[in-house]
């Protein structure tokens, strides 16, 4: 007689860590731990080149890729940043404005799906054990390369809108948006784009300027800008929640040989490149 679980998939073992639960970014000036909660929120980071900027979002992603309610839409102007994260997402873009912008209208429409839904449920949010709505992290490194550096002016801002439009609506449907880039510059970051992003990071920076483009303005006149930072100190950073006041963090770090590690398990219990699907519809109901 065959065994009555014969015809059950097998579940791989995996740590049952939430994306609903803050995500360690690593240690404030007295050595505490600083856990960033990233559900219903967007993340900015800027800095420049050298700051720490892919680090941390590495550190981002490599939390939500443990979690069992979390998928991964990658976006990596340099492709080597999240590259090796690539069997564990349900899309990697490279290099590749077409393919950012064709992934970003299918994050859209999954987006306006997820709104009707819930409008049909009388639901304002997604919550933690929901099934059927799956949180996803949405990381772009190097915003600059997408919005400013290749591709058409109408393809620039194009792509900009559509980040501007998953990173406004995204949040209640489970959306978060953690973008990274090395031009903080106002062309790049406008006011109305970084209002947007509620947790706000600011590795070293050239100038006070360019740390109050990710800040916000008028921190570098209180006292708090990023081109205080050690040049030396890589991975630390003012870190600012949209009420408060920015913290000194240094962020945890991953070294290449301790990302393959995770990334292999990752994609063991996410099913490997076998499940990189991302859905633009909904799933259905269990
Ligand atoms: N939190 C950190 N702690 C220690 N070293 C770090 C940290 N973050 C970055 N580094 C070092 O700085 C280098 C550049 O970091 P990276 O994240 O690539 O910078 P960016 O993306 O801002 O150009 C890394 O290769 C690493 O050696
Ligand atoms: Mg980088």
Same mark, same amino acid.
């Given at each position: 007689? =065959?065994?009555?679980?014969?015809?059950?998939?097998?579940?791989?073992?995996?740590?049952?860590?939430?994306?609903?639960?803050?995500?360690?970014?690593?240690?404030?000036?007295?050595? %505490?731990?600083?856990?960033?909660?990233?559900?219903?929120?967007?993340?900015?980071?800027?800095?420049?080149?050298?700051?720490?900027?892919? =680090?941390?979002?590495? #550190?981002?992603?490599? &939390?939500? /890729?443990?979690? %069992?309610?979390?998928?991964?839409?990658?976006?990596?102007?340099?492709?080597?940043?999240?590259?090796?994260? @690539?069997?564990?997402?349900?899309?990697?873009?490279?290099?590749?404005?077409?393919?950012?912008?064709? #992934?970003?209208?299918?994050?859209?429409?999954?987006?306006?799906?997820?709104?009707?839904?819930?409008?049909?449920?009388?639901?304002? $949010?997604?919550?933690?054990?929901?099934?059927?709505?799956?949180?996803?992290?949405?990381? +772009?490194? @190097?915003?600059? &390369?997408?919005?400013?550096?290749?591709?058409? $002016?109408?393809?620039?801002?194009?792509?900009?809108?559509?980040?501007?439009?998953?990173?406004?609506?995204?949040?209640?449907?489970?959306?978060?948006? /953690?973008?990274?880039?090395q031009r903080p510059s106002a062309d790049i970051i406008p006011p109305s784009l970084r209002f947007?992003?509620?947790?706000?990071?600011?590795?070293?920076?050239?100038?006070? *300027?360019?740390?109050?483009?990710?800040?916000?303005?008028?921190?570098?006149?209180?006292?708090?800008?990023?081109?205080? +930072?050690?040049?030396?100190?890589?991975?630390?950073?003012?870190?600012?929640?949209?009420?408060? +006041?920015?913290?000194?963090? $240094? *962020?945890?770090?991953?070294?290449?040989?301790?990302?393959?590690?995770?990334?292999?398990?990752?994609?063991?219990?996410?099913?490997?490149?076998?499940?990189?699907?991302?859905?633009?519809?909904?799933?259905?109901?269990?």
């Amino acid at each position: 007689m =065959s065994s009555p679980f014969a015809d059950r998939p097998s579940i791989p073992v995996g740590p049952l860590m939430s994306i609903f639960d803050p995500v360690f970014l690593g240690i404030d000036e007295f050595g %505490h731990p600083v856990y960033l909660p990233l559900i219903y929120r967007n993340i900015l980071i800027g800095g420049e080149p050298g700051a720490g900027k892919s =680090s941390l979002l590495n #550190t981002i992603v490599g &939390y939500a /890729a443990l979690c %069992h309610d979390c998928d991964l839409v990658l976006m990596d102007g340099k492709e080597l940043e999240f590259g090796l994260w @690539e069997d564990s997402a349900a899309e990697f873009v490279g290099p590749d404005l077409g393919h950012a912008i064709d #992934t970003l209208e299918r994050v859209q429409q999954m987006l306006n799906n997820r709104n009707a839904f819930l409008k049909s449920q009388r639901r304002q $949010k997604i919550e933690r054990g929901d099934t059927d709505v799956r949180p996803l992290l949405l990381a +772009i490194d @190097e915003l600059a &390369y997408f919005a400013a550096s290749v591709g058409t $002016k109408i393809e620039q801002e194009y792509f900009s809108a559509l980040n501007r439009d998953i990173a406004s609506r995204g949040r209640a449907v489970g959306v978060i948006n /953690a973008a990274a880039t090395q031009r903080p510059s106002a062309d790049i970051i406008p006011p109305s784009l970084r209002f947007l992003y509620g947790w706000r990071y600011a590795g070293r920076t050239v100038d006070d *300027a360019s740390s109050d483009v990710i800040l916000g303005q008028g921190w570098a006149s209180r006292g708090y800008s990023a081109a205080s +930072i050690d040049p030396n100190n890589r991975g630390a950073g003012l870190l600012l929640a949209e009420e408060g +006041i920015p913290n000194r963090v $240094k *962020a945890a770090f991953m070294t290449t040989t301790d990302i393959i590690r995770l990334a292999d398990y990752t994609a063991w219990i996410r099913g490997g490149a076998a499940d990189r699907q991302l859905t633009t519809e909904l799933r259905p109901a269990a």
